[in-house]
């Protein structure tokens, strides 16, 4: 659109241009009717992805900008959508995910009658869980909010952000309105601090990296490999870390940590400096006590957000972009001594077949079928240990999963990573509990025809929550109310919703019905019937 003519453009056509300006042409919505004046005249160059429930929007719309690297608009109705939505926005917020919301408002007319579907303050209601939000003053300050919101949400850390635009907005004047830029969003580390980091480095004898999903999320995968390889240093994944951060067969990859004080000091035990990469320290499950870290070992964290290095409980902190940090690391890291490798992890071993169908079984035939391009999406919560075994990570931007333990978003983020990228294979590992939160982002991939393989591990039980009475005390074999889901079918739910699926019980069934639904043109959902 050429705003240099004498009509000044309205509030609709100046905020479209902002999304054009910030390399967006997707909203993904389920719309209402304060939200519908913001489509009249729907550009060309835009595309609505209609999802069938705000929650599976928020999340399908994670997934899209997550794996295109891009911010990615979310259009939600009023207070009532935004509610809807507010799961998935609270596990964008924990993904730090650069999303912006437009939601929708009553009209400013009538906003003092208390009108149907006003939103009540509407830039408090997902507070805390966005990182900015505002309804403007003026119609005419739409469009700098939206652009003042894409550019928060892409500052590190990222995350959502939210705008309420009540309905009679958009066909205002948008005076004085500029088209915005963003030369870029990272922010360097102080050079004196990284300094004294690479001569602890150096002095140490035994170092550990810690590393967490601010590595895949700022593309330091190769050079937190040559930093680890530089200094011989067993690397561990962080607790609960929602993207992948290094590869899991390396020599050097020593495992993944759990999220309890007293087992990650164990496990850590030996090295006498840990660095944390792009990971907060630590991610606790329970509650815990003693030290956070080994006796007498350093602690330093290289991080892009300033309150997690705010809450390090010991240590030294450097706040800057983690790829920028890294390589700093590595130019500094000249005088490395020679160090023995740490003694390589264990692998694990080959599971046989047997009946019923079990969870370590699929996931040994899946990375074995699976092309190793392809993405790996989780929300499994009882299979992820199981996955860290059989299952392995072994390339950037190949693996996702929420970081807030809310479910509702793998389905629905497996359709919008598979939008952003059509040539790659998605997989998505997905519980039966989980399923259910988000079955209807099913209907998207069909409308869009999507490539993406779902499996639902159906053990007919919220088992998660069985596990972890155990890790409370509970005795063994407690009745646990309200975890028994015996019942649904997803064959049926998934061709109710167009998406073609199968059901698998017995282990000779599992490798020819994989292999067909990993090559299928558009979506495949496999229910299979796990112990």
Same mark, same amino acid.
């Given at each position: 659109?050429?705003?240099?003519?004498?009509?000044?453009? %309205?509030?609709?056509?100046?905020?479209?241009?902002? #999304?054009?300006?910030?390399?967006?042409?997707?909203?993904?919505?389920?719309?209402?009717?304060?939200?519908?004046?913001?489509?009249? $005249?729907?550009?060309?160059?835009?595309?609505?992805?209609?999802?069938?429930?705000?929650?599976?929007?928020?999340?399908?719309?994670?997934?899209?900008?997550?794996?295109?690297?891009?911010?990615?608009?979310?259009?939600?109705?009023?207070?009532?959508?935004?509610?809807?939505?507010?799961?998935?926005?609270?596990?964008?917020?924990?993904?730090?995910?650069? !999303?912006?919301?437009?939601?929708?408002?009553?009209?400013?007319?009538?906003?003092?009658?208390?009108?149907?579907?006003?939103?009540?303050?509407?830039?408090?209601?997902?507070?805390?869980?966005?990182?900015?939000? /505002?309804?403007?003053?003026?119609?005419?300050?739409?469009?700098?909010?939206?652009? +003042?919101?894409?550019?928060?949400?892409?500052?590190?850390?990222?995350?959502?952000?939210?705008?309420?635009?009540?309905?009679?907005?958009?066909?205002?004047?948008?005076?004085?309105?500029?088209?915005?830029?963003?030369?870029?969003?990272?922010?360097?580390?102080?050079?004196?601090?990284?300094?004294?980091?690479?001569?602890?480095?150096?002095?140490?004898?035994?170092?550990?990296?810690?590393?967490?999903?601010?590595?895949?999320?700022?593309?330091?995968?190769?050079?937190?490999?040559?930093?680890?390889?530089? =200094?011989?240093?067993?690397?561990?994944?962080?607790? #609960? %870390?929602?993207?992948?951060?290094?590869?899991?067969?390396?020599?050097?990859?020593?495992?993944?940590?759990?999220?309890?004080?007293?087992?990650?000091?164990?496990?850590?035990?030996? =090295?006498?400096?840990?660095?944390?990469?792009?990971?907060?320290?630590?991610?606790?499950?329970?509650?815990?006590?003693?030290?956070?870290?080994?006796?007498?070992?350093?602690?330093?964290?290289? %991080?892009?957000?300033?309150?997690?290095?705010?809450?390090?409980?010991?240590?030294?902190?450097?706040?800057?972009?983690?790829?920028?940090?890294?390589?700093?690391?590595?130019?500094?890291?000249? $005088?490395?001594?020679?160090?023995?490798?740490?003694?390589?992890?264990?692998?694990?071993?080959? /599971?046989?077949?047997?009946?019923?169908?079990?969870?370590?079984?699929?996931?040994?035939?899946?990375?074995?079928?699976?092309?190793?391009?392809?993405? /790996?999406?989780?929300?499994?919560?009882?299979?992820?240990?199981?996955?860290?075994?059989?299952?392995?990570?072994?390339?950037?931007?190949?693996?996702? +999963?929420?970081?807030?333990?809310?479910?509702?978003?793998?389905?629905?983020?497996?359709?919008?990573?598979?939008?952003?990228?059509?040539?790659?294979?998605?997989?998505?590992?997905?519980?039966?509990?989980?399923?259910?939160?988000?079955?209807?982002?099913?209907? +998207?991939?069909?409308?869009?025809?999507?490539?993406?393989?779902?499996?639902?591990?159906?053990?007919?039980?919220?088992?998660? #929550?069985?596990?972890?009475?155990?890790? !409370?005390?509970?005795?063994?074999?407690?009745?646990?109310?309200?975890?028994?889901?015996?019942?649904?079918?997803?064959?049926?739910?998934?061709?109710?919703?167009?998406?073609?699926?199968?059901?698998?019980?017995?282990?000779?069934?599992?490798?020819?019905?994989?292999? =067909?639904?990993?090559?299928?043109?558009?979506?495949?959902?496999?229910?299979? #019937?796990?112990?």
């Amino acid at each position: 659109m050429n705003t240099s003519h004498t009509r000044t453009p %309205t509030v609709r056509e100046a905020v479209y241009e902002v #999304m054009r300006a910030f390399g967006a042409s997707k909203i993904f919505g389920n719309p209402g009717s304060t939200e519908l004046p913001m489509f009249r $005249d729907f550009p060309a160059d835009f595309e609505y992805v209609l999802g069938l429930q705000e929650a599976a929007v928020v999340g399908m719309a994670d997934g899209y900008a997550v794996a295109s690297g891009k911010v990615a608009f979310v259009n939600l109705h009023s207070a009532a959508g935004v509610g809807n939505g507010m799961g998935n926005i609270y596990t964008a917020f924990k993904n730090r995910t650069p !999303l912006v919301i437009i939601a929708g408002q009553q009209s400013r007319a009538i906003l003092p009658f208390d009108p149907y579907l006003a939103s009540e303050r509407a830039a408090e209601l997902p507070q805390p869980y966005v990182k900015w939000s /505002i309804e403007p003053a003026r119609a005419a300050d739409v469009p700098f909010a939206v652009a +003042t919101a894409c550019r928060r949400a892409l500052q590190a850390p990222c995350g959502p952000v939210l705008v309420s635009v009540p309905a009679d907005d958009w066909d205002q004047p948008a005076a004085g309105f500029v088209p915005p830029r963003m030369a870029g969003a990272r922010v360097g580390p102080d050079p004196d601090a990284i300094a004294g980091f690479g001569l602890q480095l150096a002095r140490c004898a035994r170092p550990a990296f810690v590393v967490g999903a601010e590595v895949d999320r700022d593309g330091a995968w190769a050079d937190v490999v040559a930093l680890a390889e530089r =200094h011989q240093a067993g690397v561990y994944t962080a607790p #609960m %870390t929602a993207r992948g951060a290094f590869p899991e067969d390396h020599p050097l990859f020593m495992g993944f940590l759990p999220a309890a004080r007293e087992p990650i000091a164990k496990q850590l035990a030996g =090295h006498d400096l840990i660095l944390a990469i792009g990971a907060p320290v630590f991610t606790y499950h329970i509650e815990g006590e003693g030290p956070h870290v080994p006796e007498g070992a350093a602690l330093l964290q290289l %991080t892009e957000d300033m309150a997690s290095a705010a809450r390090l409980p010991v240590g030294e902190a450097v706040v800057g972009s983690v790829q920028l940090s890294v390589r700093a690391l590595l130019a500094a890291a000249r $005088d490395v001594p020679a160090r023995q490798p740490p003694p390589a992890r264990p692998r694990a071993a080959r /599971i046989e077949p047997g009946s019923p169908l079990s969870v370590p079984y699929v996931l040994q035939t899946l990375a074995d079928l699976r092309d190793p391009a392809s993405v /790996i999406v989780e929300e499994a919560p009882t299979a992820r240990v199981v996955m860290h075994a059989h299952l392995p990570m072994l390339r950037p931007a190949s693996f996702y +999963t929420m970081a807030s333990g809310g479910l509702g978003y793998g389905i629905a983020a497996a359709v919008g990573i598979a939008a952003a990228r059509p040539r790659d294979r998605v997989v998505a590992v997905i519980g039966d509990g989980s399923a259910m939160y988000s079955i209807q982002a099913l209907w +998207t991939a069909v409308q869009l025809r999507l490539d993406v393989t779902f499996l639902i591990l159906n053990n007919r039980r919220y088992a998660a #929550m069985v596990r972890f009475a155990g890790v !409370l005390g509970f005795d063994r074999g407690a009745q646990l109310p309200g975890t028994d889901i015996d019942g649904i079918d997803f064959v049926a739910l998934a061709q109710g919703l167009g998406c073609a699926a199968s059901r698998v019980e017995e282990p000779g069934e599992l490798a020819p019905a994989l292999q =067909h639904a990993l090559h299928s043109n558009g979506p495949h959902l496999l229910e299979l #019937m796990v112990a």
